[in-house]
């Protein structure tokens, strides 16, 4: 039992989701240090995050008073410059960042957004993002479906057999 929550001992194999092949080992170490980031400021975060509009966030970030944050990975100079779809998340967020490795060029990215350095270990913001608040509508829209990603997770872990293949 886990002695901290008061909660039965899950199988093994019930604590961990199949990987997301969708990324690039870089990305998906950026990915790790951004996350770790964001629980280092008392946030809690989701990956491949998909969007009323079609898009998937990266990241995005649920951290105090409700604030959201998307996180766009770009783990390459290619990978930024093949990608024009990144304004489609600042409607979805009150705060937009890329996220880089050390070896892209932070000229790259353009001012008017936040950046963070990361690799698997962790990360750091280079540069704050501008706040553009979200309408009470949105946020709450999004927050909702933050929160039934989150559930449809937890019961994946819980109980791989039960959540369709696919639906995460």
């Known amino acids: 039992m886990s002695a901290s929550l008061g909660l039965p001992a899950l199988p093994a194999d019930a604590l961990i989701l199949p990987p997301d092949r969708r ?26 995050f998909s969007l009323v509009n079609g898009r998937r966030a990266d990241v995005i970030a649920l951290c105090g008073a409700g604030r959201l944050t998307i996180v766009e990975i770009k783990s390459s100079v290619a990978d930024f410059r093949a990608d024009r779809k990144w304004p489609d998340y ?7 960042f890329f996220a880089i490795p050390e070896d892209v ?23 704050e993002a501008p706040e553009h608040p979200l309408s009470g509508p949105r946020r709450k829209a999004v927050t909702l479906r933050f929160a039934h990603s989150a559930a449809r997770i937890l019961h994946a872990l819980a109980d791989p057999g039960a959540v369709r293949e696919g639906a995460l």
Do not use: H, K, N, W
Not at 106 to 116: F, M, Q, R
């Open 23 to 48: 990324q690039s080992p870089t990305a998906l170490r950026i990915q790790r240090g951004v996350r770790r980031l964001f629980s280092e400021m008392g946030c809690v975060t989701l990956p491949e």
């Open 90 to 96: 600042r409607d979805f967020c009150d705060r937009f």
């Open 105 to 127: 060029p932070e000229s790259l990215i353009p001012e008017a957004c936040g950046l963070i350095v990361a690799d698997g270990y962790g990360a750091g913001i280079l540069r």
